[in-house]
């Protein structure tokens, strides 16, 4: 932890939720400050978890956001995380904004299987499939990139998935599948049902 106090004001408060208060970071931009609002917290507990277990692996993977450690704060303990921004500085989009307002549905697809082909080779192991806990980064005029800010890691006591590549690409492909089911059922005006099976067949 380290030992300078942040002094986190409400005009840098990102957003919150029924565990936590996010921040931006009062002097890095790239940064964020998650406060909890209790600890010990189901949660984080299970993200950080799962962030242990993949040990190296963690600086490979390019869906998880990086983690820096604890930072005192004026309003208690913090923990540093990368903030998810665009190469022009600007705040990325979600998914779920490019479902509901997509540019053209070529490009969502071309998004959507991208992310598809990352999240199945990075094996990841999500603990919800929520469209809005997925960011869109741009990282160049051209290139974009997800990257998943919450909802991380399973639940169960004993992860024994945590430590075998064929448990846990199983359990990616069956995310993946109730990921297109639930957006192709809450956004079917967009998210079509042939929309839906090249999501799941490609």
Known sequence: MTTEKLILTDDLKLGDGNHKIVYAHP??????????????DTDFDREMKYRRALGNKVEKMTLLTKYFGEVETNKGKGYLFERVIDFDGSVSKTVLDHIQKPKSIDELIDLLLNFKKVFIAEKFVAAGMDPDNFMVQRISENERRIRIIDNIGTSAKFPILYYSDFLMAKRARKYWRRFVKEIQIEYSEVITKDIAKILLEN
Do not use: G, R
């Open 27 to 40: 002097t890095d931009k790239n940064l964020c400050v998650k406060i909890l609002f209790t600890e010990p």
